[in-house]
Each structure stands twice: as C-alpha cells, then as structure tokens.
C-alpha cells in the first residue's frame, strides 16, 4: 500500500476524532503516534476543536503536509471508542496496512442508536425531575417533554440550523409546555420540571472537553470550546426566560 495512501487514512481518522468530539491532546497524540508508528520523521501536528494541520516527513525524504477541517461535530462516543482502538493498532504496528482503510469504513457504517438515545432523553428528563424534587405527575410530564425534545432537536439539526439557535428554540419548547402545564393544572411543580428538562440541554461534555484542554496545556482549544459552553447556557436561559416572561410563568 502506498505511503500516501496510508496518510491519507490516517488523516481520515483524525478528522473523525475531531468530529466526534475528542479532547484536542488526544486528536494530536493520536495522529503523533500513528505517524511514527509507521516510521515517518519529523512530525507536527497542530490541532483546535474544527481543524487540524499535519506535517512530516516521507520516507524518501520528501516534504508532507495536510490540513483538514471538521465542520459539523457531533458527539459519538461509540465511535471514539472505534478509533482509539484502530490507532493503537496502527502505533504498535498490530493491524495490516491494507485493512485500515476497510476498518475505517467499517466504523463510519455504525448507526447512532436512535431508539436508545430517545429512550434516554425520556428517562433522563423523569429522573432530573424527580432530582429536583418534582412529584410523580411531574415525573411523567417531564418525561413527555423529553419525547418532544428529541424529536424537535432531530428536525431542527435535519434543517441545519445553528447550534446556538437550536438550543434557543429547544429551551423555549420545553419551557412553554411545562408552563402551560403548570396553568391547566396538570404540573405541579414547574421550576422542577423546567429545571430537569433543561438538563438535556447542558453542555456537560463541551465543559468537560475545555477544562481538559486548558489543564492539558491547549489554551486555545480550551478556551474556545469553554466560549461555546458558555453561549450554550446562555441560549439556556435566554429561552427560558422570554417564555416566562410571555407566558408569565412561575
């Protein structure tokens, strides 16, 4: 298999990393030990949370370098787990040249599982309810709300529309039926089922990924990727609050 060839699947499979949502240090220690493990010198890899750059050295002695840019992430953490594997097979030289490309194909063919993860913005939403302290009417709503949520996230991401306005939208969905709710009689406790809903909208992993970047040494990656959490809960809020102040909730 040609050299090129191979780095092109190595790109590949960096390119996938970021657009799974992996830790910046861990999308440029990955491409680092695949590139040696093949035997290549001198290489640099630079990467922020949409873009890498790598550059090294064929083993004719010729100049290498590619960039590439994740434009739409997604977290996939069965897919993370997929590629951590395949790039220690290629760092210890476990695995044939010829099959990584076959094995990369074989990762992009794996399915979210649609119907567990509804299952889980139902139980997640009950259960942060309950948390919260909401009764079991409460629980139940809530649970319904989690339903709407994914549905309502699943077109507004099928029409493509920004991240930010997405989590505006979505924050005001589930505000106005707890609300409303809330008004007919049917929720008894509002703020814990608005507040355990809300939860489906935290950027835990995007808080998660920052701190370890900035720990890891990656400011920049960091930093940004804290920015987005924080738009992230301010479009929380911004949803919740301009509902409440027209459906002048409690």
Same mark, same amino acid.
């Given at each position: 298999?040609?050299?090129k060839e191979v780095?092109?699947?190595?790109?590949e499979i960096?390119? /996938? #990393?970021l657009? !799974?949502?992996?830790?910046i240090?861990r999308?440029?220690?990955s491409l680092?030990?695949?590139?040696?493990?093949?035997g290549?010198?001198?290489?640099?890899?630079?990467?922020?949370?949409s873009?890498?750059? #790598?550059s090294?050295?064929? !083993?004719d002695?010729?100049?290498?370098h590619v960039?590439?840019?994740?434009?739409s992430?997604r977290? !996939?953490l069965?897919?993370l787990?997929?590629l951590n594997?395949?790039?220690?097979?290629i760092?210890?030289?476990?695995i044939e040249?010829h099959k990584i490309?076959?094995?990369?194909?074989?990762i992009k063919s794996?399915?979210l599982n649609y119907?567990?993860? #509804?299952?889980g913005?139902?139980?997640?939403?009950? *259960?942060f309810?309950?948390f919260? =302290?909401g009764?079991?009417i409460? +629980?139940?709503?809530?649970?319904?709300?989690?339903?709407?949520?994914?549905?309502?996230?699943?077109?507004?991401?099928?029409?493509r529309?920004?991240?930010?306005v997405?989590?505006?939208?979505?924050?005001m969905v589930?505000?106005?039926?707890?609300?409303? =709710?809330?008004k007919i009689g049917?929720?008894?406790?509002?703020?814990?089922v608005?507040?355990?809903?809300? *939860?489906l #909208?935290?950027?835990?992993?995007a808080?998660t990924n920052s701190?370890?970047d900035i720990?890891?040494?990656d400011f920049?990656?960091?930093?940004?990727?804290m920015?987005?959490a924080i738009?992230?809960?301010?479009?929380i809020?911004?949803?919740?609050?301009v509902? +409440?102040? /027209?459906?002048?909730?409690a």
């Open positions: 298999m040609d050299e780095l092109q699947s190595v790109n960096g390119y /996938l #990393l657009r !799974h949502g992996a830790e240090y999308v440029e220690e680092q030990r695949m590139c040696e493990g093949l290549f010198k001198n290489v640099e890899v630079f990467a922020i949370p873009y890498f750059t #790598l090294l050295t064929l !083993h002695g010729t100049p290498y960039s590439k840019r994740a434009r992430n977290i !996939h069965d897919h787990y997929e594997c395949l790039v220690r097979q760092s210890n030289g476990d040249l490309q076959e094995k990369i194909e074989n794996q399915e119907q567990l993860i #509804l299952l913005y139902i139980v997640s939403a009950a *259960m309810c309950v919260f =302290g009764g079991a409460d +629980m139940v709503v809530s649970g319904v709300i989690g339903f709407v949520l994914y549905y309502f996230i699943y077109l507004l991401e099928k029409l529309i920004n991240g930010i997405r989590t505006i939208l979505s924050s589930l505000s106005t039926i707890a609300i409303l =709710g809330n049917i929720v008894e406790n509002q703020q814990s608005i507040t355990g809903t809300l *939860m #909208l935290v950027p835990g992993i808080i701190l370890r720990i890891g040494g920049i990656s960091g930093l940004s990727r920015i987005e738009l992230i809960a301010a479009s809020a911004i949803g919740v609050g509902m +409440m102040m /027209l459906l002048r909730g």
